[in-house]
Every structure is written in C-alpha cells, then in structure tokens.
C-alpha cells in the first residue's frame, strides 16, 4: 500500500500539530489581482483623442493609481489610445481604452489604463493596498 498523499499543483498539504491537512488553492479573484486600490470619486476629467478636435468632457466614477473608470456622453474603442487630464491641477497622463465601454444611465463607462503608474496624478492620497 503506497502511504503518500495524492499531488497536484492546486492541492498544497500542510501539518496542524501532527495532522496532515489539504488545501485545495483557488485562482485569485478580480480584487486580489488588482494591482492598485480603487477610489470612488466623481471629479471632471478631459479626455483627449487624436483626430478629435476638442476634448471629451467627462467624470471619473472610480480613480487608481494605474488610470480611472470614466464617464463619458460617448464611447471609445478599446485599444484607443488617449491623453487624459486631470483640469483641477492641469496635469495629462498617456493612457490606453483597455476594454469595451459599458453603458449606463449616466452614460458610457471607459475603462482606462495609464501607460505608466501615477499615484500623484488624481492629486488624493490612496489608501495601503492590502491583498
């Protein structure tokens, strides 16, 4: 008789005062894979697209560290590449559409996505991120 536990890479054995125990590990969930906390704040945010000639007027529904879900009259295709600003403090980041639009009753919500992490960039102070 083969006395060893059964092996998987989702299985992960463990001892608790002489007792062997399984485990069995799961996929992280969308909020443990989040890379930054999320921040709900509604706050005018300008979104600008090439081949636009004025900026999209919009509002932020929720804000991170890595870009912001955005609500806007009109959608924009994901891939699209853009330039939002922050009109409070007059700041532009380079940003990228990184899933379809959703609409809703206040309008569409783009999701946007920095090219390069800015913490600073919403100017408030996000709470520790803790997974």
Do not use: C, D, Y
């Amino acid at each position: 008789m083969n006395n060893k536990p059964l092996t998987s890479p989702n299985i992960k054995t463990g001892s608790l005062g002489g007792t062997t125990r399984t485990a069995v590990t799961r996929p992280p969930t969308a909020e443990e894979r989040r890379r930054s906390q999320r921040v709900l704040v509604r706050m005018p945010v300008l979104i600008h697209v090439a081949g636009k000639p004025a900026p999209l007027q919009g509002n932020t529904h929720t804000v991170s560290a890595g870009g912001a879900m955005v609500i806007l009259k009109e959608g924009i295709s994901e891939g699209t590449k853009v330039t939002v600003e922050n009109p409070a403090t007059k700041s532009k980041v380079e940003a990228k559409v990184v899933r379809p639009p959703q609409m809703n009753q206040e309008g569409s919500l783009v999701p946007v996505e920095f090219v390069t992490p800015s913490p600073t960039f919403w100017n408030i102070f996000f709470p520790p991120f803790t997974n």
